[in-house]
């Protein structure tokens, strides 16, 4: 199928003609003809697939029926419901790029920055809002924002959303949202929960699923190196240095490990940043930016973080940290091999990650290349169950231990008694 043949407008047709796309995604094929239809929609489709423009382009066409004129009041039509600022900025990104002909308007809010430029655009009106949770619930308490003239209702990444606590939140906003709207649900994996909120909301949904969550990549080279935890930072910078890596992202376990890995990196003279949680909106903004700038070689970050980041052409992944749910490794090496382009994801696994590993194995149903040619493997007689231990050497310094211990009771006993008599 081509996209001149989904009956598309002529402006948002050229619109994706100028961005160079001629063939749908999967996802794309199969769900903006039901979103042109007007039918509710539950999508599986994991990152990279290209879901997002599966949803904002039926939208932008339909939406364009309704706005027609520039000077027609603009009243919020679409809400588009997202986890993440980066993310809410990416789609907000999408519709401009495809409805750019159209006179379709779309504003992006979210916490952390100053409300009133956000207050002042909505005031002047907006067709497509795109927002994360929590300012969305403020700002609408405060009275700035009107749904009552809603038609479509966008949930994109539930799961994330239902991972980082908003669940309920999400459940408040679909209540504050016209019966009669058009609801759309993307997610990369379907949990009860998820599905439950789909039972409860959704009327009659039709059910899309594309490259299964098990599934990765076929165009990602997947490398796996056995390597001791304290050795992962000198690993990661020899890798980077032999193999001259550059535009390399970097997965990590938490927000503290992100900065370590930072400033190990430095310390090598090596541009990297982290992107976490903490970091201000502006600070993550900037370090983005950089990062697709190719300004920054090494972006670090949290699965959270790095869940709205979608950067074209990205050649390297690296899990620093192996995740503990198997489906994230999948979406964290989604990110480079896209649009049919090569690339590389390479993971470390500690011994306190091997069962990690194992699952992930047991997910994927793939052979990953082991790596065993490098400078910090796991040390031998730790994963040889059947290697006998080496006492050489041992017999003195425990001696010395036990006679340095024995030394120090019998100096504090004679503390106590001087004090005693004292």
Not at 145 to 169: K, P, R, T
Request: hydrophobic share 35%; glycine share 6%; proline share 5%.
């Amino acid at each position: 199928m081509l996209f001149n043949e989904l009956d598309l407008f002529k402006n948002i047709q050229q619109a994706i003609t100028e961005e160079g796309y001629t063939n749908p995604t999967p996802i794309q094929e199969k769900s903006i003809p039901i979103i042109l239809d007007g039918s509710d929609l539950v999508g599986c489709a994991q990152t990279g697939t290209g879901k997002t423009a599966a949803f904002a382009i039926p939208i932008l066409n339909l939406l364009h029926r309704i706005v027609g004129s520039p000077t027609k009041a603009k009243r919020i039509r679409t809400l588009v419901v997202t986890p993440t600022r980066e993310l809410a900025i990416q789609v907000g990104e999408s519709f401009d790029t495809y409805g750019k002909y159209t006179n379709v308007k779309t504003l992006v809010i979210f916490g952390g920055v100053n409300q009133v430029p956000q207050v002042n655009e909505l005031k002047n009106g907006v067709d497509v809002l795109v927002a994360t949770p929590g300012r969305l619930l403020d700002l609408h308490k405060q009275g700035f924002i009107d749904l009552d003239h809603l038609h479509h209702l966008v949930l994109d990444e539930a799961d994330l959303m239902l991972d980082m606590g908003f669940i309920n939140d999400v459940r408040k906003i679909i209540k504050l949202t016209p019966d009669n709207r058009q609801t759309l649900l993307f997610s990369a994996t379907m949990p009860f929960a998820i599905r439950e909120l789909a039972d409860t909301f959704l009327t009659k949904p039709e059910y899309v699923s594309v490259t299964p969550v098990s599934s990765t990549a076929e165009k990602v080279n997947q490398k796996i190196y056995f390597v001791d935890k304290e050795d992962k930072r000198k690993l990661l910078y020899h890798i980077i240095e032999e193999q001259k890596l550059e535009n390399v992202l970097v997965f990590v376990r938490t927000k503290h490990g992100a900065d370590n890995v930072v400033k190990a990196l430095k310390k090598q003279n090596i541009h990297a940043e982290a992107i976490h949680g903490d970091k201000s909106q502006s600070a993550r903004q900037r370090v983005l930016d950089g990062f697709k700038n190719k300004e920054i070689s090494v972006l670090v970050a949290t699965d959270i973080a790095a869940r709205g980041i979608d950067i074209e052409l990205l050649p390297y992944v690296i899990n620093f940290d192996l995740p503990n749910i198997p489906e994230t490794y999948v979406h964290r090496i989604g990110r480079t091999g896209r649009a049919g382009n090569t690339g590389l994801a390479i993971s470390f696994c500690g011994k306190d990650e091997k069962t990690y590993w194992q699952d992930i194995e047991k997910l994927t149903r793939q052979q990953v290349k082991v790596v065993t040619d490098h400078p910090f493997p796991w040390k031998e007689q730790e994963i040889n169950p059947n290697a006998k231990p080496d006492f050489r050497n041992k017999k003195k310094p425990q001696d010395s231990n036990k006679k340095e211990s024995s030394n120090s009771r019998k100096s504090e006993a004679s503390k106590k008694k001087k004090k005693r008599w004292y």
